[in-house]
């Protein structure tokens, strides 16, 4: 629960609506809206200039600034200095790997890259004109009954 309070009066409406301010780890306090349509009252904003679409606890992003930052860390410093296994490791894991992790994140992730012979197959069933995304968003959508039904996993 926020602890700061923003009160806004709109001519019409006899009571001030009380909104929380939210305050991120990073940046500028924030005004949550939600609220205003239990009042009547929506917020204009084209181009979202002065609006938050999301909470992250992984990314931030300024972009008037030329921020952004991925767990702390500038997005051009792992560019330089990390590999694409050592970023995924990050952001799932809140921390860049020793070596040790590494190996083992890399061994672990080089041992499940293997697709699916019926991966194979779905695709084929596309046009070689296909347009890429719309394989994918077929794979995906049909890829429930790629699944493994071993180790606890549970077809819905």
Sequence with gaps: MADKKALLKVDGIDKAIELPVLSGTLGTDVIDVRGLGANGVFTYDPGFMSTGSCESSITYIDGDAGILLHRGYPIAQLAEHSDYLETCYLLLYGELPDKKQKAEFERT???HTMVNQSMHKFIEGFRND????????????GSIGFLPRSHGHQQP
Excluded: N, R
Aim: aromatic content about 0%.
């Design 130 to 141: 296909a347009h890429p995304m719309a394989i994918m968003c077929g794979l995906v959508g």
């Design 109 to 111: 992730v080089g041992k």
